[in-house]
């Protein structure tokens, strides 16, 4: 067990466990005891007494179910034997399994064995289902038809069929007797399952070296130690065998040491069958039972020694409803043990809280009692509950850190991120969403809005390129159709971005931090094909890519650090190292394998790599699964999460392909197999097992929470518990926690009590000085300086100086001025993200002015002409609003047509015009050659019409749903009344010498009629309504030219159908606490 015991010559065996040391040397058998009762150590104490009686340590083994308890067991045995051996004295099985076949091999002159990740496994079962789907289209069929490609292409049905075939390994079914099976019993998946383990067990066979998984090769040493001949020393070296943990030995490892029996040497397991955790994997409850049953003795171990005797009485509670599956002589009575605090039970109401509280209760065990974070850990369910409790806990500033395999390596982003350079690199086509997520990714460090910047210098830098060129050649038409966005549509935003990713030089020309960043990524990927073209390993590529991001140091300083941001970088780093160390083999394996054919496997495959970890680490907090803690102990353990539906799981492992079958069908005489009932019912056995080595970890504190709200409760298992306990989340334990009460306090005391000190309430006088004290120590957040909207503003000056430019007013914005100021400051200022609505709206007016022609098949080929220019987060998105616009297409097609069939005549399409505005009484003019700043009321009009009468109308297209339908609600329309105004004073050359016809809207959505758009008329201006206007826009420019901005909070800033950016202002906080 590892823990942070005393030094071992303190230790000093109880009578049960002297009864074991004094075991002779060629005794076997089984121990077993409750968990805390010194298993582990009296293991530890027999091997030393065993070496100290004369046996040669290299004919002593420890065999333990994992390399991590392995690794765990080796310096403690060392410590204990205090003398040289030729190699560890603790293996896991799989690796004494490995060194029986490598000697074996050797000795043979045969190739030796390799060991198949399980990686390697779940891509060679990936590249035989994709065959599969291959075959069928062809009209070969293997998979029934509830096992269509859809299910088999997910990396469920991957993972369920390498259990399916590690579960026939190791009970020695082959292909031939599993097609027996399936057609015995009727289950068509176990006739396509046979099929398939023959194809795997050919592909595997002629890979490079000779190569196993791991059921495999135990399979493969259980019978060579039946069969080779005696005295070989490759199996009978080995004298003395003990194991560790012998409740977690497959069907697989009970045959090995009976094979290790069988041969003379002695064998003396360690174990508790009610704590197991692998059932999964096959370590049955059986199995110990055989094991014991085949040994003989059974020697028991009695005395607690780990916990108080009221955690040893709850974790008795548990095990006594564990069905009896062989050994039951560890169980003792009830003890009656009165409850103490060494057990708390919290039922909180939201996750968030239970995060809170975990938190809260660690730190106060960290704080106030003086335990190292090591010294704590969490435990729950399944890994994805782990996740989210890393992440949870680092977030609330305590360090934790997740034990086990983790995630897949291609799900961690540094790594997923750097393989996918290699992958762009080997491309000859990119698209832009390869790239900006490239860009935006670990190593070419933007952030959206860094990117959104990055394109708009790039645009900008391509229209002053046009505008210059249009100078040079005197074209002034040119000029100015440039200034309007023409010839610029078909080198878009995104196309110079990927034009830029080819050419670094063209990022080089902006000279910004974007572009810079931008311009290195580039020449990496420039580095990588041509090392891809000279015929660089994946290992040199990846070192390539990793060496020049020049991030080693910047991660190495922050992993020094403590905190979230150090222990992102410690998994970070972690997960690239095995990253290089996948690729090492990889490269080793296949010498002139194809670099990409790596790079997908890792990106592909949703399997964890196996990882060796350090057994505690000084500044974390171990997050684990009950199946991780084996072999630990900590001074405080929260088993968190234990919620009705996750903590018992009761659904049927391997159900899919009913791997939970395989195994009383292979073994049963009478070929039957338990029914569900029963297997539920062994299901909630094993989830109690669980919850039994959870409780059983700690030796101080216990601490169980779970969630108690509308949508979830407790779990059944809370019945065995202590009743839950209020708990207080009131009093922080964190420095930002401290700063956050205290801010708050002295913010609900308000700005009239803060402002005068002898006013301040008694609470508010505290927490100021609280604030200050903490401010003078730099803990951030403390100061004012750092509160939001507490500094004085950046400037006080206009928004609009008319002193040193034009004031320039769009008739597209006036109406956004007039319903809000704030919300139109916002957009003016860059605030305003825009969207897919808005860029389709664009591109249907692009069609209007730039078709060749008006019937519905130009209109539709300029539209997709600049398709691209458009962003969709999913394909069927993009196909939704493709129909969309090939609907307003037709629309805007029937309108064109019907104008001309009435005889209308085109005059003016997307006019500019610019009329100056008079501050003083006056009538608008168009612009002079040459004057001072003005106000200028500036835009594009849609179309000028000429109706048969001789009339000008003003239309304007809108392509939104909430545009005004009738001639009421536009008779006030800002927009139109600036286009009239704009005739009237002669700024439209095309409409002079005609009569007004007033302005209209083309509203292709129309949503209160049936017909395929509205067009309400706005009647010409008279002299009042001319007045009138003229006094709206100058409100409007007096609003323009302020330095504040009124935003009507009850009419427009909470209305939440306003879809109005200023309610970036007005949205309240969620959560006080």
Known sequence: MTSGKADRAAWTPDAAQQTVLALPREASGVVVGAPGTGKTETLIARVAAVIRAGVDPDAVLVLTPSRQTATALRDRLGLAVGVATTGPLARSVASY???VVRAHAVAAEADPPQLLTGGDEDQIIRDLLEGDDEDEAVGVVRWPDWLGPAIRGTAGFRTEVRTFLA?????????????????????????SLSSFFGEYLQVRGAMRGAHRDAAGLVREAVGLLRTAPAGSPAVDRVRVVMVDDAQELTLGGVEMLEAVRARGAAVLAFGDPDVGSGTFRGATPENFA????????????????????????????????????????????????????????????????????????????HVHDGVPWSGCAVIAHDTRQVAALEAELSAREVPARSSGPGRALGAVRPVADLLRLIELASRDEWTFEEVSAALVGTYGRLDVIELRRLRSALRHAELRRIIESAAEASDTTAAAESDKGEGVAERSGRDLVLSAMRQPLEFDLLDTREARRAASLARTLEVLREDLDRGATAHELLWTAWDRSRLERTWGELARGNGPLAEQAHRDLDALVALFQAAKRFVERSLDADPRVFV???????????????????????????????????????????QDGVWPNTRLRGSLLDTWRLADAATRADGETLGAFDRRRAALHDELRLLARALSRATARVIVTAVDDDDSGPSVFFELLPDPEPFDLDHPVSLRGLVARHRRTLTAAGPRAAAVPGSLAAPAARAAEQLALLADAGVPGASPREWYGVPGPTSTGPLRDLSREDVRVSPSRLHALEECELNWVIADLGGDPGGTTAGLGTIIHAALEHAAGHDETALWAEVESRWGELTFEAAWRDRAEQTRARDLVRRLHLYLRRFDDAGGTLIGAEPHFEVVIPLEDGTPMAVPEASEHRVILSGYIDRVELTPEGTVVI???????????????????????????????????????HAPGGAKLLVLRPSATGSDYVTPWQPPFDDERRDAFVGRIRTAVAV????????????????????GLCRIHTVGAVSAS
């Open 97 to 99: 399994a490995f060194q």
């Open 1040 to 1059: 323009m030219r302020g330095e504040s901005f009124t935003a009507p909070y009850e009419e427009h800033c909470r209305d939440e159908h306003s879809y």
């Open 955 to 993: 239309m304007d297209l809108k392509t939104g749903k909430r545009e005004p339908q009738t001639d009421a609600k536009v008779l006030d329309n800002p927009q139109l009344g600036a286009y009239q105004l704009a005739f009237e004073s002669g700024a439209i050359p095309e409409a002079n010498g």
């Open 167 to 191: 579960e026939c390994t190791t009970l020695g079914i082959g292909p031939r007797r599993l097609r027996e099976l399936g057609e015995r019993h009727e289950l068509p998946a176990w006739v």
């Open 290 to 365: 055989r094991l014991a049953a085949s040994l003989g003795a059974v020697h028991v171990l009695t005395a607690g020694h780990r916990g108080s005797a009221w955690q040893r009485e709850l974790v008795g509670r548990v095990t006594q409803r564990i069905g009896a599956v062989g050994v039951v002589a560890h169980r003792g009575a009830a003890s009656g043990a009165e409850a103490d605090d060494s057990v708390r039970v919290l039922t909180l109401r939201s996750a968030a809280e239970e995060y809170d509280a975990i938190a809260r209760v660690l730190r106060e065990r």
């Open 600 to 642: 997908r496997s890792i990106l592909d495959i949703g399997v964890a790599e196996d990882r060796l970890e350090a057994p505690t680490r000084d500044g974390s907090v171990r997050v684990m699964t009950p199946a991780g803690a084996l072999g630990l102990e900590f001074d405080t353990v929260v088993v968190a999460g234990v």
